[in-house]
């Protein structure tokens, strides 16, 4: 068949290199990324994801006919090639397949945009836009294939100046996978990541004017007389050191307000020593220097990658425990939470096994009458850190009167134990372990009434963070298998590697949404510090009118 003449005979020449295979998987992952997920994206997120898709699908797609292929003329059989017509007509119906996915997506978004209480933004003009930057997307990446594949080709010429040209071109393809992987390797990444550690150390010193330094006499670090210099803790350890409540906040709302007490604030910033075993030292002498161990009970935070602690954490137990409590925590970071996911797992793991044994020593080591309780608490990437301290979950009810994990990650091991070991019937979104008396899961403050556990995880069944995982690539996770969490879109379904990559967008928005949506957990801690320290005093309207206070602090 001669080659049609100009335009129509190069779009068939192009249309006859590409992969069959290749332009039907990239279509059916262009569908998977279109499907809901967790929370609402808009039209930006939306057309690169698709473009990833779109990009992803044609690779493995022509990977595999290549591979396919090869092996077929191994064994002395070439396999046919599709025509230039049925190509057309292939393509004719994968086009509308992506228009009906389209339109199908935009039905099952807007479920997920109302439950978040706004109106739904993918409109047509949205998805024509969302379509047009996954083309942009999508050539993008090609453009890398295509510079990664001549230097491959550039790599096979060089070497078959001296060797066969099939023994070049397999060395070739291990010499530019090595130099690629090399690049971005993990010894690049940790030296690139201590370079942006040091940059924002610079920023985070930084002292700013609102934020004021502890009056004389006050109980918190960074006051005259502190062993922790005010400019060392950080602009996250400066707000948590100069919030909180006051002692006539604290007594407006107690009980018995002639028992409320000035809490104790310990915090100690990255810069203030130059390894954990010394900031958790100097943590422990600030501590003694302010009679720490003279509380009733000793909260041990371990803070996000920042340093940030949130007070929705602190200021329950200040509030609940008449102020009788002394809050510590060590900063291991200066980088934001998603840079210090990657960089600083080993540094928050090691802070909260340090930090929490030693407290604990120092607890164990006072007369048995004049101990104070101890407190856990960590948030996302903060709970790793605390979780290490602990061998497993019996461990951690042995060794603390409470404790309290906001939206653990994956790798969080306690909550991986307590995943493995649910009772027959409980989900992955809210295992049951043991009787479920110690240990509570909740994603909504309902979860918690009638409870009086030792532990709580607080992990909201739309939070991105919790449920972002890597073997969600290649397998259906238990939450997706298990009947549907309400909150939880009904049309979200697995897809191979789809899903993966939606979930990954999921956790770029996961704080942008109202509370008790995403990562956002609202005033949920106080629940969770009700349920497990159970004041005395502290009936129902008590509770809300604190609830109150503290829902203006995210204000």
């Known amino acids: 068949m001669p080659t049609p003449p100009g335009r129509a005979g190069a779009a068939t020449r192009w249309l006859q290199a590409r992969s069959p295979l290749g332009l039907v998987l990239a279509v059916l992952l262009l569908d998977a990324t279109l499907a809901p997920s967790l929370l609402a994206r808009t039209w930006v997120f939306q057309g690169v994801l698709s473009g990833v898709g779109l990009a992803v699908g044609y690779a493995v797609g022509a990977l595999l006919t290549a591979a396919g292929t090869r092996l077929l003329r191994l064994v002395g059989w070439d396999p046919p090639r599709l025509g230039a017509r049925p190509r057309l007509v292939l393509v004719v119906v994968l086009l509308g397949v992506a228009v009906v996915g389209i339109a199908r997506a935009a039905g099952q978004h807007r479920w997920t945009w109302e439950r978040l209480g706004y109106t739904p933004t993918l409109t047509a003009t949205a998805y024509a836009g969302a379509l047009g930057l996954a083309l942009a997307t999508l050539l993008v990446l090609l453009a890398v294939a295509w510079l990664v594949r001549l230097l491959h080709r550039r790599v096979t010429a060089l070497g078959a100046r001296w060797l066969p040209a099939s023994v070049a071109g397999v060395l070739a393809l291990v010499v530019v996978a090595w130099g690629l992987l090399a690049a971005s390797s993990t010894w690049v990444l940790d030296r690139t990541l201590e370079g942006m550690n040091d940059t924002f150390a610079a920023q985070d010193l930084q002292v700013r004017s609102s934020t004021q330094a502890p009056a004389a006499g006050s109980l918190r670090s960074g006051a005259p007389g502190s062993l922790v210099d005010w400019a060392e803790v950080g602009h996250q350890g400066r707000r948590f050191l100069s919030g ?234 238990d939450w997706l298998a298990e009947p549907l969490d309400p909150a939880v879109n009904p049309a979200m379904s697995w897809w191979p590697a789809a899903t993966f990559l939606n979930l990954t967008v999921d956790m770029a928005v996961g704080n942008d949404f109202d509370e008790d949506h995403g990562h956002l957990y609202g005033t949920q801690p106080l629940d969770a510090w009700v349920a497990m320290l159970h004041p005395a005093g502290w009936d129902a309207d008590r509770v809300e009118q604190l609830r109150e206070r503290l829902a203006r602090l995210s204000r």
Request: glycine share 8%; charged share 25%; hydrophobic share 40%.
């Open 244 to 477: 909180g409540p006051t002692v006539e906040e604290l007594a407006s709302l107690a009980p018995d307000p002639d028992a409320v007490r000035e809490p104790v604030r310990v915090f100690v910033g990255r810069s203030s020593a130059d390894d954990v075993a010394g900031r958790v030292r100097l943590a422990l002498a600030e501590m003694d220097r302010l009679d720490a161990w003279d509380r009733s009970a000793v909260l041990v935070v371990v803070p996000t990658g920042t340093g940030w602690v949130n007070e929705q954490v602190v200021s329950p137990p200040e509030h609940l425990l008449d102020g009788d409590v002394a809050t510590v925590a060590v900063q291991y970071s200066h980088l934001p939470s998603p840079m210090a996911y990657l960089a600083e797992h080993e540094g928050a793991g090691e802070t909260g096994r340090q930090l929490v044994g030693a407290v604990r020593a120092r607890l164990d080591a006072l007369p048995a009458d004049r101990r104070p309780a101890l407190l856990v608490a960590g948030e996302s990437l903060g709970s790793h850190g605390a979780s290490e301290a602990f061998a497993d979950l019996d461990d951690l009810v042995a060794r603390t009167r409470a404790s309290l994990w906001i939206g653990p990650p994956e790798f969080v091991h306690l909550r991986r134990e307590a995943e493995r070991e649910r009772r027959p019937g409980s989900t992955q979104v809210r295992p049951v372990v043991g009787d479920g008396r110690d240990l509570v899961f909740a994603n909504r403050r309902s979860d918690l009434e009638g409870t009086r556990p030792r532990a709580v995880f607080l992990q909201q069944a739309d939070d991105p963070i919790v449920w972002w995982d890597a073997p969600t690539l290649w397998q259906r996770p």
